[in-house]
């Protein structure tokens, strides 16, 4: 075998080829950051988070207003994952196949391309399941969006407006069946109703309603906790709060991530910590930024929705990625070459790197990255 990886750069781009036709949505719809180049996995990193900006009145004067100072927050990121996925070949290996007339390229850039493919769906997983830290939701558990109209884009991007979030980026990320409702929608379908025929004929879903819309074989379905006939104290709680205490009563667990109602609310938020044994009280925290709806003063029963699929809507900005080539130390390690390959659809870059062996060669596809929910208000679940 050779030993310098260039002569791999047609097959490894011959992989990509394969992989970056897989369903991925959520990487290529969140914001990527690739500043954490020395960070460690593990190691807590601050990504920069600038507030909201305060309007002044403009007055005249001979000099300017001594103002626009800001305070510029930040948001805790980790690496929390350094993986790889490994691809061996002796010499007999090789050598076999090309007197059986088979193609070794073509069997290597398969390899490459499920090494990536398996990478890409662990981040693409990780992604996912950061729907549990959405500010609320929107849609039936057990009923795919889009079943009959656009009403669920509508709908999610007024719980984004409503929340503050910007109008200019949104993204929504569906699962497969949310998706084949969708290619069935005639006003989406027909060229003349669609005035595109990219539907139609090729199955590319449009943008709707301001978000581009894309597909995932990675949503998640979520388990709820299995609380019932919950209930709130006699407190009461204003529009905004967050930190609702219960009453002793009833039975069953509210846990992270479920999907709650109060009685006269038809708001479904969810719930941003929990693990509550609902029988003994406690309080549960809901998702910035809280109750649209005031809770009166006397006891509010809770329901937990069913499990369901976990779409989301969201602006780009309220997810950060961050990834990166797992750290070498400073003289290097054993392989003989490595390089970075970078894949046009998910925007991932992926390490190949090439271990000599006796008598065969170990090529290794890795990567380091981490995700973090930044905004949560700016995120909506979508059930199905």
């Known amino acids: 075998m050779a030993n310098s990886i260039t002569g791999l750069f047609p097959t490894l781009y011959n992989a990509l080829d394969v992989i970056s036709r897989e369903l991925v949505g959520f990487i290529p719809a969140v914001s990527s950051d690739m500043t954490f180049a020395r960070a460690a996995v593990g190691q807590t990193v601050m990504s920069p988070v600038a507030p909201a900006s305060t309007a002044t009145d403009v007055t005249p004067g001979v000099t300017p207003p001594d103002d626009g100072d800001q305070t510029i927050g930040n948001v805790q990121m980790t690496i929390t994952k350094a993986r790889r996925v490994p691809v061996r070949w002796n010499g007999e290996q ?8 088979a193609s070794y390229n073509i069997i290597l850039r398969d390899q ?3 090494a990536m493919r398996t990478l890409c769906n662990e981040v693409e997983a990780d992604l996912a399941a950061l ?3 959405a500010s609320r939701a929107y849609g039936t558990p057990g009923t795919p969006p889009f079943a009959t109209n656009l009403a669920d884009t509508a709908q999610v ?6 929340n503050g979030a910007p109008m200019s980026d949104l993204q929504m990320v569906i699962d497969t069946s949310a998706g084949a409702n969708m290619r069935t929608l005639t006003q989406l379908s027909k060229a003349n109703e669609a005035a595109d025929t990219s539907l139609l004929r090729r199955g590319v879903l449009l943008d709707v309603h301001g978000f581009a819309i894309r597909e995932s074989g990675q949503v998640k379905t979520s388990v709820p906790g299995t609380g019932a006939t919950a209930t709130t104290d006699a ?4 529009a905004g709060a967050t930190v609702i205490t219960l009453a002793a009563a009833g039975t069953g667990t509210i846990v992270e991530g479920d999907v709650v109602t109060f009685a006269g609310d038809t708001n479904q938020y969810l719930v941003a910590s929990g693990d509550t044994d609902v029988s003994a009280g406690g309080t549960i925290t809901l998702a ?3 109750l649209r709806q005031a809770i009166p003063a006397a006891a509010t029963a809770i329901t937990i929705a069913a499990g369901s699929a976990r779409s989301l809507g969201f602006a780009r900005s309220a997810i950060a990625l961050a990834t990166r080539a797992p750290a070498l130390p400073e003289q290097g390690d054993i392989a003989r070459d ?3 390959v970078t894949d046009p659809e998910s925007g991932l870059t992926f390490e190949v790197a090439m271990y000599p062996q006796y008598r065969q060669m170990q090529y290794e596809v890795s990567l380091a990255w981490g995700v973090k929910a930044i905004k949560p ?6 059930l199905g």
């Open 157 to 162: 991007r007024k719980i984004l407006s409503d």
């Open 338 to 340: 490595r390089t970075l």
């Open 94 to 101: 090789k050598l076999a196949l090309d007197n059986n007339g």
């Open 131 to 133: 729907n549990v830290y």
């Open 377 to 382: 208000e700016h995120m909506c679940a979508l």
């Open 112 to 114: 490459f391309a499920q």
């Open 288 to 290: 910035a930024p809280g």
């Open 235 to 238: 407190t009461g709680y204003a």
